[in-house]
């Protein structure tokens, strides 16, 4: 197994990667460098679009064009054009843009856009997870709040079978399961699944879930930030591989390549010290490996309907 590195400039905070088998580009959100990118594997072209705030999940659209969840709501952006177009805000009385922004997510197999959002300063676990649908009338969109008590959200994925949502509280060192129903995009009976240590002066430590993907053998692969490695764990929770990267802060991870055996790592430069900034293998770098295991393909947005 030998991990390669892009060759694509550091970001400087990578999240949401997502493979896009027509296109076969990789796409991902550098948060702090308000720029959604895409890079061909086969040709090296690397493109970017600039975003008026922080962009930090994105998922294609069955239309055609990229979903993207900015600080205050959901956009769609014509790759073509580099425009913006609202879909939906999320509500201000429960989403305060001075203190929160969206943060990870991705799409169901139903088609409809789930993100969660952070709080910055991590004072109260106002953080919460939406998720974005057609409105029942057919016209426009709607955003419904789906679960709360959250700092920073991550981890957002959904079990082969679609029966299970998993969903991180990163600086909690906690990954949750839910039940869901696909059909109707409720989730319920939630409960932790996987507790990791905290940093302790001294003490061994292995990082914190962020972002992740699963495989098709409903395997969690997540990113563990601070910890240099990406975890392979079972449904069961039980760690099966672990893949040492050459960054302190790995953030998410997803599957491409033609048969979904390459795993893509984005990774964070912002806030890290300047011997890791300026490292041969700088932070912020996209990684690739091959693996053994074949990875879910990403879900479009087609607005369906609760």
Not at 44 to 56: D, F, I, L, V, Y
Not at 124 to 133: E, G, H, I, R, Y
Not at 197 to 214: C, E, I, L, S, T
């Amino acid at each position: 197994m030998t991990l390669e590195r892009l060759p694509l400039p550091p970001s400087e905070l990578g999240e949401s990667p997502f493979w896009h088998p027509e296109e076969k580009s990789l796409y991902w959100c550098d948060i702090q460098g308000h720029t959604v990118n895409a890079w061909n594997s086969a040709n090296g072209e690397h493109r970017q679009w600039k975003t008026p705030s922080e962009p930090a999940c994105c998922a294609p659209s069955a239309g055609g064009n990229i979903v993207i969840g900015l600080r205050d709501g959901f956009y769609q952006l014509d790759t073509a054009s580099g425009d913006l177009t609202l879909l939906a805000l999320l509500p201000p009385d429960q989403h305060d843009t001075r203190r929160l922004r969206l943060n990870d997510g991705r799409c169901d197999a139903a088609g409809r856009f789930w993100a969660g959002s952070m709080i910055t300063p991590r004072t109260a676990p106002d953080a919460a997870l939406w998720c974005l649908s057609a409105a029942a009338d057919g016209t426009g969109y709607t955003v419904r709040h789906m679960a709360g008590d959250n700092f920073t959200a991550n981890g957002l994925a959904f079990s082969p079978d679609n029966r299970v949502m998993y969903w991180s509280n990163t600086p909690e060192h906690r990954i949750d399961r839910f039940d869901f129903d696909l059909a109707t995009g409720a989730i319920t009976h939630r409960r932790p699944w996987v507790h990791f240590d905290r940093k302790v002066d001294g003490q061994p430590y292995g990082g914190r879930p962020d972002g992740a993907a699963v495989d098709v053998e409903g395997n969690y692969w997540v990113a563990m930030y601070e910890g240099a490695c990406v975890l392979q764990l079972s449904p069961t929770g039980d760690v099966l591989q672990r893949i040492a990267v050459p960054v302190q802060c790995p953030t998410m991870v997803c599957f491409g390549g033609e048969d979904l055996r390459t795993l893509y790592i984005t990774s964070a430069r912002a806030g890290r010290p300047a011997e890791e900034q300026e490292a041969e293998v700088p932070a912020g770098s996209l990684f690739s490996v091959a693996v053994d295991t074949t990875g879910l393909a990403v879900q479009k947005f087609t607005a369906s309907t609760f």
